[in-house]
T-cell receptor, first 117, second 115 residues
Framework: GAVVSQHPSRVICKSGTSVKIECRSLDFQATTMFWYRQFPKQSLMLMATSNEGSKATYEQGVEKDKFLINHASLTLSTLTVTSAHPEDSSFYIC?????????????FGPGTRLTVL | GENVEQHPSTLSVQEGDSAVIKCTYSDSASNYFPWYKQELGKGPQLIIDIRSNVGEKKDQRIAVTLNKTAKHFSLHITETQPEDSAVYFCAAAMYSGGGADGLTFGKGTHLIIQP
């Protein structure tokens, strides 16, 4: 299957700081990327959808000013958690959909574990 | 919006036996149903998916069935092996010409294969 990477895999930060997470499609062009959040032993919840060159579409209840998403190229999307607080601690996972294989398939990255102290 | 229910939350089976995980969805507009396997600390991996224009799909030991009228779909794993132990998620989405929308996931099933 297609390869999606995330960086960093794990980050610990102090409350009030901002953290940027990168999501890259390594061997295909991703016209659409999705960002999900997963709390321990829970399911994945869709946060936002981003199309290359467009503003992201956020799900209800997700603060767009807190979770900044940029999809500047067909292989890179970034999620910035601004002014992070302990309740933002979670597993953030991106997925990419694009020109590789079937257009409807979402390939997931390995996730980023964010811990806010 | 879409709501996906998944059962059971935990399933323990003997190695070599079959495992069945069931999901229901609420939005009749959903027409794309993937299943993902997630191992601890990793991202989900697609194992099989089905679109609503078919009722069943099989890939070696894994099969998915879909009942569009009843709005439920199931994952069947035969001849289970220890490496099948993981958390399995079902999901639903609407698929249009450009691809599937963001996925709505079930709560997951922790599958345990007993040796």
């Amino acid at each position: 299957g297609a390869v999606v990477s995330q960086h960093p895999s794990r980050v610990i930060c102090k409350s009030g700081t901002s953290v940027k997470i990168e999501c890259r499609s390594l061997d295909f062009q991703a016209t659409t990327m999705f960002w999900y959040r997963q709390f321990p032993k829970q399911s994945l919840m869709l946060m936002a959808t981003s199309n290359e060159g467009s503003k992201a579409t956020y799900e209800q209840g997700v603060e767009k000013d807190k979770f900044l998403i940029n999809h500047a190229s067909l292989t890179l999307s970034t999620l910035t958690v601004t002014s992070a607080h302990p309740e933002d601690s979670s597993f953030y996972i991106c997925s990419a959909r694009g020109q590789r294989g079937r257009a409807d398939t979402q390939y997931f990255g390995p996730g980023t574990r964010l811990t806010v102290l | 919006g879409e709501n996906v229910e998944q059962h059971p939350s935990t399933l323990s089976v003997q190695e070599g036996d079959s495992a069945v995980i069931k999901c229901t969805y609420s939005d009749s507009a959903s027409n794309y149903f993937p299943w993902y396997k997630q191992e601890l600390g990793k991202g989900p991996q697609l194992i099989i998916d089905i679109r609503s224009n078919v009722g069943e799909k099989k890939d070696q030991r894994i099969a998915v069935t879909l009942n569009k009228t009843a709005k439920h779909f199931s994952l069947h794993i035969t001849e289970t092996q220890p490496e099948d132990s993981a958390v399995y998620f079902c999901a639903a989405a609407m698929y249009s010409g450009g691809g599937a929308d963001g996925l709505t996931f079930g709560k997951g099933t922790h599958l345990i294969i007993q040796p």
